[in-house]
């Protein structure tokens, strides 16, 4: 049995159906059973990562865990996964690790994760992985009231990645020995920048969508209004300030799966249907 947390997420929620679509028993743990669509063939169980204590009932005949970082315990939660029996982990993580700065908070939270992994005496498997091509869903709100989308960091590439190629990365890896005790970086097959995936969700819309660059300060005062501001801070470092590249295009999901990473194209011709 592979246990899946976030399964209600963008990445969780593709790994459910990547594992199912395989034949391989899995069980979906999700906080909130009204806004969770199960599929055929996954059992669906309820646990907060954020409380450790709530997560027994759904380790039990566990033999693998695809595992959110950033938790406030934890080693709490690797100790149950290792109490429970389980041989495997494979970690969400970011490319921001390698090298990153652990003043940076974004930085530190991935650090700290994948130290509690290693550190869990459970086996393991670290997925670092590039910005997602979900996160363009941010600008779902700006597309309802009209065809502007303002977005900050202008001239900053990203190569995006589908969660989808994630999910299928992690599936495989869940599955085979050979990846146990390895960090993957994973990214998307090219480094875009927002007006680049404007462009193109303008086509696969047929919207006549036009982009403004947001600068710094309107940026932050906005982020600001919803995420603390220590990872304001973080971001601004990655981007502004130029802490992070994440425009390296890898090949590691052709390479684990034996398909090429999904474009940007493929992802919002899936998901057109949320811009509408």
Do not use: C, K
């Not at 865990?65 to 934890?74: K, P």
């Not at 992985?129 to 009209?146: A, H, I, K």
């Amino acid at each position: 049995m592979i246990l899946v947390t976030g399964a209600s997420g963008n990445v969780g929620g593709e790994l459910v159906g990547v594992l199912a679509a395989a034949g391989r028993p899995v069980r979906a743990l999700i906080r909130d059973t009204e806004a969770f669509e199960a599929r055929p063939g996954v059992e669906v169980v309820t646990g907060d990562l954020n409380r450790a204590e709530t997560l027994t009932g759904a380790l039990d005949g566990v033999e693998s865990v695809f595992l959110l970082g950033g938790f406030a315990d934890m080693r709490g939660v690797l100790a149950r996964i290792r109490s429970a029996g389980a041989g495997h982990v494979v970690l969400l993580s970011s490319r921001s690790v390698a090298g990153g700065d652990p003043a940076n908070a974004v930085v530190a939270m991935h650090q700290d994760s994948e130290a509690a992994v290693r550190g869990s005496g459970v086996g393991w498997t670290i997925l670092r992985s590039s910005g997602f091509m979900s996160n363009t869903f941010e600008w779902v709100p700006q597309l309802r009231d009209g065809d502007e989308v303002h977005a900050p960091f202008a001239e900053v590439g990203i190569a995006v990645i589908d969660p989808y190629d994630i999910a299928s990365v992690a599936a495989a890896v869940l599955t085979d020995p050979e990846y146990h005790g390895r960090h993957l970086q994973i990214s998307g097959p090219e480094a875009l920048r927002p007006a680049d995936r404007l462009a193109t969700l303008a086509r696969v819309l047929g919207r006549p969508l036009t982009f403004r660059a947001q600068p710094d300060a309107e940026a932050r005062a906005e982020m600001s209004r919803t995420v603390p501001e220590r990872y304001v801070d973080a971001f601004f470092r990655f981007f502004s300030d130029g802490d992070f590249d994440d425009a390296p295009v890898l090949p590691t999901v052709e390479v684990v799966t034996g398909r090429p990473a999904r474009t940007f194209e493929d992802w919002a011709t899936a998901h057109a249907g949320a811009f509408s």
